[in-house]
């Protein structure tokens, strides 16, 4: 079964279809309210994101990271917040964001 890339305004969906149709009935079916802007049969069926082209490719592991930060800071959020933003050079709302994350993972 064929692979589809179907993008709307506001989503990027990927689903399995014997045909087009198929494929446009999925989204619409998902989001009745959404214009289908571009449909893409896709060669294989697999699907591959770069992260690069997501702008998160780096050589830092933002977990390890984050839970060094904690670890210094005896799981202050507040400190290792302000840890992370110095080591990582990230701004605040991104510090947050991963420092959040891995206390919800159990640093």
Do not use: F
């Amino acid at each position: 079964m064929p692979l589809y890339e179907i993008e709307t305004k506001a989503h990027i969906i990927i689903t399995w279809a014997d045909e087009e149709q198929p494929a446009k009935d999925v989204v619409q079916d998902a989001y009745p309210s959404e214009e289908i802007v571009r449909i893409t049969r896709r060669p294989r069926q697999t699907w591959v994101i770069s992260k690069a082209a997501l702008g998160i490719a780096s050589t830092i592991d933002p977990c390890s990271t984050a839970r060094d930060c904690l670890s210094k800071a005896a799981g202050d959020k507040v400190n290792a917040i302000r840890l992370y933003m110095q080591e990582t050079g990230a701004d605040l709302d991104n510090a947050r964001k991963v420092i959040e994350s891995n206390m919800v993972m159990g640093w």
